[in-house]
């Protein structure tokens, strides 16, 4: 089936081209997908000026580059002789920017209409937990070369079950078990603020430009990760859920209390014996991560999990990437994380997404949900 999937939920506007073949509605056989084009225009410079998303600029933005994609993408197709043919149209219906959400729909909903494919409403989140089923980019160059096609050829990936899957994200942190890719229930949740956001909010107090997250890491590489112990809020409660606001406003009342460092005032590897804003950004990191990991990894023992999924931008972290993957590796299970393109938003998750709820025949309402769960 070739499926055709827009995401608007943020501020990515993503278009993407899918053939994706099998999987079962039980969620126990994964399907297999072939990407064939997966385009993505990003607003990030835009919303960089206002230190996060503007809900009505991201609209503006979705509405003016849905079409741009829409035609690069016949563009694309046509330069390889190939016409722009779908079976299937799905789009995020939340959760997300509602604004933001139904530029998406229309579009949607106006290209169903034009061509009399059915439309199904897809869920932003299961978008993330189904991304590591996605072929690797460096399948794409392979199949490229020996076919002569751009599609990129994936063996079917599945995880064990039952599966432990952290959905780290710019607006969740959810913990989940799963019996099957469809047969899941959630452990737990953030309280507060999600893992991506307190790395954002947390990049704003070191005066770095949004989004945070890439640019803590980058700074933490050349910090001391135990430069100051900041809490590790609700690591030791009997409960998976998670709570990030305290963390953030501990870092806040360091840099009250002892002022913001200097940009340049290097790091372990720097010159000076004081705290620098690298050492800021690893102590943070490594207090976040503490969290994440180790409450993950108590839901693997607690649940007899035989492999750890991990996904959302928060996911294209290397150390939290390593980390988790080197203690689910420990305890005996396999680790699966999307490659590096389909950690951030990107529609060839939607496309995913909207397959597995057509095979099992959940119809999500094609109206902006901006608080739909998993
Ligand atoms: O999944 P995503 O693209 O959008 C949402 O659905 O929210 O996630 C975006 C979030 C942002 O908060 C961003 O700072 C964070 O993912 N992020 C990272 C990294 N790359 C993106 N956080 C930590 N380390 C990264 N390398
Ligand atoms: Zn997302």
Known sequence: ????????????????????????????????????????????????????????????????NLPILYSRLERRLRARGEKLRFDMIAVTVGPGLEPALWTGIVFAKDLAARTGVPLVGANHLEGHLYSFLLPAPGRKKAAAGKAGTAAAKTKTANADFPAIALIVSGGHTVLLTMDSLTARRALGETRDDAAGEAFDKVARLLELPYPGGPEIERIARDGDPHAVEFPRPMLHEKNFEFSFSGLKTA????????????????????????????????????????????????????????????????????????????????AGCAFHVPSFRYNLDNAAMIGLAGYMAHLRGVRYPLRADGSLDI
């Not at 209390?257 to 720097?270: C, E, N, Q, T, Y």
Request: proline share 3%.
């Open 251 to 330: 870092v806040l009342y360091y840099v009250r209390d002892h002022g913001l460092p200097p940009a340049d005032g290097g790091g372990k590897r720097g010159n000076t014996d004081d705290v620098s804003r690298a050492d800021l950004a690893a102590s943070f990191q490594e207090a976040a991560l503490d969290v994440l990991v180790k409450k993950t990894m108590r839901a693997v023992r607690e649940n007899g999990a035989r492999s750890v999924i991990l996904c959302g931008g928060v996911a294209a972290n290397k150390a939290l990437r390593t980390r988790l993957g080197r203690e689910a590796r420990k």
């Open 1 to 64: 089936m070739n499926i055709l999937a827009i995401e608007t939920s943020c501020d990515e506007t993503g278009i993407a081209l899918l053939a994706v073949t099998g999987g079962s509605a039980d969620g126990a056989r994964a399907p297999r997908a072939v990407v064939k084009e997966n385009l993505v225009a990003s607003q990030i410079k835009l919303h960089r000026e206002f230190g996060g998303v503007v809900p009505n600029l991201a609209k503006r933005e979705h509405i003016k």
